[in-house]
């Protein structure tokens, strides 16, 4: 396949007039397929990573069945989403370990592609990757829960997290805490962070108890300035302390109701555009029009596109894709598209570990591409080198 005339994202994270070859599903130098797309007046980039949404569609990680992994796997890619590390909530220990071992066999019957034991899973190769799993609950904050339910809330132990780990068949990618309710924090991100990236989040922490924390090793921010202390001038808290720490990446869920367009350019300037992960949280309402649904076996209302606890108001994820969100930030929120591209894909690839095969437009890379016209509309979505969708 050869796609001619477009804008091509590339990895000096600008755009350049150019050509991109495929074949046998990766991105080439040369092809001997005859099919020819005319990209002129597109953008071309790689396909979108998201690395902490809960569902779409009506379904979510936390069903814990491979029919939800499917649907969500295929909702997603009909979006340009084609890599995905969907987010567990705040459940009882064991029914998060029956959740990761689902999720470690769908990843195992989609990469064998043989003995599928349900018809579900037999387009599975077209739907998005499965390429971790984020770990948001369940060692959290009570005070900062969010949508989180409370009742499950546990202290963190290295044993459960090792369940964790092993249940997932390595799919575990972060792992939460809140180290403020954790007085051992120091000690369990030191032994994990070989392992996975330990990530702030659901905390109530000040500035220095996550300073402590991430000069352990910690390393990464759940959704920024949502459940955690506000950003002020006496005391920074989580948000400082991000600030302070150049190792530590930072979330954004950029759908315009989250985070004002205001502070998401103010975070772009002050952790610079390397060190941010665009995410959709999204739960089991995005793509489903308004109505009631559940996020962790808790009641949310959905309205315009605002998901909120029936209970008390309470943001309860999102009802946006990734690609909405990325078209939001750039569209509403004045984030240059050159960096709105990379914070969806380059940076979330290197944080998930899978760069070298994803995440960019380069020779060798799975050929995971999506064009967009003049107003980030997508035109086209092409996975492992086969069109997925043409609008």
Do not use: W
Request: charged share 20%; with cysteine.
């Amino acid at each position: 396949m050869i796609i001619k005339n477009a804008n091509i994202y590339t990895t000096g994270k600008v755009f350049q007039k150019g050509e991109i070859r495929i074949q046998d599903g990766k991105f080439s130098s040369q092809t001997t397929e005859q099919k020819v797309i005319d990209a002129k007046g597109c953008y071309a980039i790689p396909g979108l990573i998201d690395m902490h949404l809960h569902g779409c569609a009506g379904y979510d990680l936390c069903d814990g069945t491979l029919e939800a992994l499917a649907k969500i796997a295929e909702h997603q890619a009909n979006a340009g989403i084609t890599g995905i590390c969907p987010a567990t909530m705040t459940l009882p220990k064991q029914e998060l370990v029956r959740i990761l071992r689902i999720a470690a066999e769908y990843k195992k019957q989609c990469e064998t592609h043989s003995g599928m034991p349900d018809p579900v899973l037999a387009g599975c190769g077209k739907g998005a990757d499965l390429l971790g799993i984020n770990m948001e609950g369940p060692f959290i904050s009570s005070e900062k829960k969010g949508a989180q339910d409370p009742k499950h809330i546990v202290p963190c132990s290295m044993e459960t997290a090792q369940e964790f780990i092993e249940a997932s068949g390595g799919l575990v990618k972060l792992i939460g805490v809140a180290p403020e309710n954790n007085p051992d924090f120091r000690s369990f991100i030191t032994q994990l962070k070989g392992q996975v990236h330990i990530s702030l989040a659901h905390t109530n922490a000040d500035y220095d108890t996550a300073m402590a924390a991430f000069d352990a090793g910690a390393d990464h921010a759940v959704h920024l300035y949502n459940a955690m202390p506000p950003f002020t001038h006496r005391q920074p808290g989580v948000i400082g302390a991000v600030c302070d720490s150049p190792h530590v990446h930072a979330e954004l869920i950029c759908d315009g109701i989250h985070i004002h367009p205001s502070v998401v350019r103010a975070t772009f300037r002050m952790l610079g555009a390397d060190r941010i992960v665009l995410i959709s949280d999204s739960m089991r309402a995005a793509g489903m029009p308004d109505g009631s649904y559940t996020l962790g076996g808790l009641n949310v209302n959905v309205k315009n596109k605002k998901a909120t606890l029936a209970s008390d108001g309470a943001i309860a994820g999102s009802a946006s894709n990734l690609m909405e969100c990325m078209r939001t930030a750039v569209t509403h929120m004045g984030i240059p598209l050159e960096q709105a591209v990379a914070c969806a894909t380059v940076n979330p690839a290197k944080r998930l570990g899978v760069y070298k095969e994803r995440g960019s437009i380069e020779v060798g890379k799975k050929a995971d591409l999506v064009l967009l016209d003049d107003s980030l509309d997508v035109q086209l979505i092409i996975k492992d080198g086969k069109v997925l969708q043409s609008l």
